[in-house]
């Protein structure tokens, strides 16, 4: 980890220095806000705020590092505005070094989460971008969904899970057993293959589910008296727990890509001609729309 120390309180700044140093990390020293660098990247900037200068200036400039306070005491000008201006925290002197070293550990690990959970956010959001939509989501727990897009199944338990603001914690009916159901309250769990249950096994399940927070997922229509949600597309690819033939496959990619890959590229990622391609399209009966690649 990349230090700056902006203090001129030299016994202090040579105390934290050895401290870090110690830890292996890269510590530099400044005593006056003019001797900044900015074209230096730095994780943590400890800045005292005895020093005169535009405090504003430093924290704009690493908006994204963390930046832990050095006062003698607390005030508008100190703390106040510093921290409203982006500034992490704040140490008041005299403090043990082990308390700050605590500090940034935590911030450190703070920001490794929100970078994890931003990098989470747009994984989902592109896996999700050309998943349908649904607007009858059920306001209360439980209930199943039922669709051959597992896909859609996802996307439903995630916009729930971001709504009630609690983890997802995701089963196999397998694993059903090993799961204590009543100690589960504060996470939602998602059973997302419940069709490979037997139809009595099902009824039984159901009735443990009442008041519970859990969705179950199936790929298929289910005859149970349970809350449901139903969206059942054209994509058959979706289907999780099925064998296409050559021919159903051939028709499903054709219909699902056609729009995203012009006819040269379509054909031969499926291993066939141009011509067998137009035949197929005339056999299924399956109308060709423009290609939107441009």
């Known amino acids: ?15 934290i220095i050895l401290r870090f140093q110690d830890n292996g990390h890269n510590v530099s020293h400044i005593t006056n806000l003019s001797d900044i660098s900015y074209d230096i990247y730095y994780d943590t900037i400890l800045l005292s705020t005895n020093i005169t200068g535009n405090y504003e200036k430093v924290i704009q400039k690493y908006s994204s590092s963390i930046i832990i306070l050095l006062v003698t005491y607390i005030s508008d000008a100190t703390v106040t505005k510093p921290i409203q201006n982006g500034a992490c925290d704040y140490m008041i002197k005299p403090f043990m070094i ?10 450190e690990q703070f920001n490794i989460l929100q970078k994890e959970n931003k990098m989470i956010n747009n994984y989902l959001n592109f896996m999700f971008h050309s998943t349908p939509n649904t607007s009858d989501i059920p306001d209360e727990l439980p209930f199943l969904i039922e669709t051959n897009n597992q896909k859609i199944a996802d996307k439903i338990v995630f916009k729930v899970a ?11 009916v397998k694993e059903l057993n090993k799961v204590d159901l009543n100690r589960s309250k504060n996470q939602l769990l998602y059973i997302h293959d419940f069709h490979t249950l037997k139809q009595n096994i099902k009824t039984l399940m159901i009735q443990k589910f009442d008041k519970l927070n859990i969705i179950l997922s199936s ?28 021919n159903d496959y051939i028709k499903q990619i054709t219909l699902n890509f ?14 066939i001609s141009r011509k067998s391609l137009w035949e197929k399209r005339k056999k299924f009966g399956i109308e060709k729309k423009r290609c939107n690649t441009k």
Do not use: C, W
């Not at 005859?223 to 050559?246: A, E, H, P, Q, R």
């Not at 012009?262 to 054909?267: A, F, G, I, K, R």
């Open 98 to 107: 082990d308390e700050l070293t605590r500090k940034i550990e935590h911030y």
């Open 219 to 246: 790929t298929k229509s289910e005859n149970v008296d349970f809350k449901k949600v139903t969206i059942m597309t054209n994509n058959k690819i979706s289907t999780i727990d099925s064998i296409l033939t050559v």
């Open 258 to 271: 056609q729009t995203q890959y012009p006819d040269t590229e379509l054909s031969r990622r499926l291993g």
């Open 162 to 172: 971001k709504r009630l603001n609690i983890p997802i914690k995701l089963i196999s």
């Open 1 to 15: 980890m990349n230090i700056l120390i902006i203090e001129d309180e030299i016994y202090l700044a040579q105390k």
